[in-house]
């Protein structure tokens, strides 16, 4: 049966060939838990069979749902770097890890994933975009404490999952995160290069605004002040490639003996890697060089970067979950064999992995 008007198949098609009534069908569309289970499957197949396409407007109205959530990366003001906004996220791996990892959680349910790139220009037109109801809730990616994008979006009543903990400012507490332990990457970085002989050591850094470059740059420094030696010198870059390189040459024109550094992130990583071989140094014979991510960056890098990884792709299948759970939607089954620390919501609504060292060729 199909609408006269269109020549669609219609919900009474989809009942008749399911031998149910035009409520149930009804009821299984719109993910109504109640439905059992023999009868929900016997109504999708007609759905198939059929053709039915449901109308999506029309289900909106019934669910309250847009079936989309919005993935939110936002920049705060004043940020500034040598490239444009959008082609720093574009061509840094970690938004393509963060996208993978959340489709795993949504797709199941059905729930579409819609980037929404903010840079400060654009954080009114995000607002608007999310108080009009055209998703049902926002994985927000930041860097910065002083971001007022995070406390705008929560402020509008739509569920938001964090991809950090943000403390202090207008940031109300509890607001679900899913962090890395930021600080045991830095730590993990530091042994390593300590353990490898090395005794002249340095630090590029991102942005220390971002709480999660605060937390590894202070974990680093610690722990090598603690071994004895002397404070790491620190060089700012930009989370990019051409940053890592500037930052290592002005480095090897403070320290020349430099032999060890630590990058805190892996495109940042591979800059200094090309910088410090373009400058005659050998990788990691002269100079040892570790990043942070374990991104495809770092496989790629000539030499491939030893890094900390952090499970991206878990944590923001994480989020996702989270995100399902505050929009009133059940999330997809766990995975039996996932850690199940990956599971812990720890104070203040917040998840935290654990990082890694991931061994390879330049240090």
Known sequence: MASASSGRPTLEAVASVAGVSRATVSRVIN????????????????????GYVPNLAARSLVTRRTGSVALVVSEPPGHRSPLPFLERIFTDPYLGRVTAGAQEALRPRDVHLAIMPADPPAHDQVVRYVRQGHVDGVLLITSSADDPLPARLVGLGTPVVLSARIAGGAM??????????????????????????????????????????RARLDAFLDTVVAAGLDRPAVADADFTRPGGEAAARQLLAEIP????????NDLMA??????????????????????????????Q???????????????ARRMAELLLEGM????????????????????GGVVTFAP?????DSA
């Open 31 to 50: 993910g109504v838990p109640t439905v059992d289970p023999a009868i929900a499957h016997v109504v999708r197949r007609a759905i198939e069979q059929t």
């Open 172 to 213: 109300p507490d509890g607001v679900p995160a899913v962090d890395l332990d930021q600080a045991a990457g830095g730590r993990l970085a530091a042994e390593h290069l300590l353990a490898t002989g090395r005794r002249r050591l340095a630090v590029v850094t991102g942005p220390t605004d971002a709480p999660f470059m």
């Open 257 to 264: 003996g430099i032999d060890g550094v630590f990058a805190g």
């Open 270 to 299: 591979d800059g200094v890697s090309t910088a410090l071989q373009s400058a005659g140094r050998r990788v990691p014979g002269d100079v040892a060089v570790v990043g942070f991510d374990d991104s495809s960056a770092a496989a």
């Open 301 to 315: 890098a000539h030499p491939p970067l030893t890094t900390v990884r952090q499970p991206v792709e878990n944590m």
């Open 328 to 347: 009133g939607a059940p999330a997809p089954d766990r995975d039996p064999g996932a850690d199940p620390s990956d599971d812990a919501v720890g104070p």
């Open 356 to 360: 890694e060292l991931v061994v390879r």
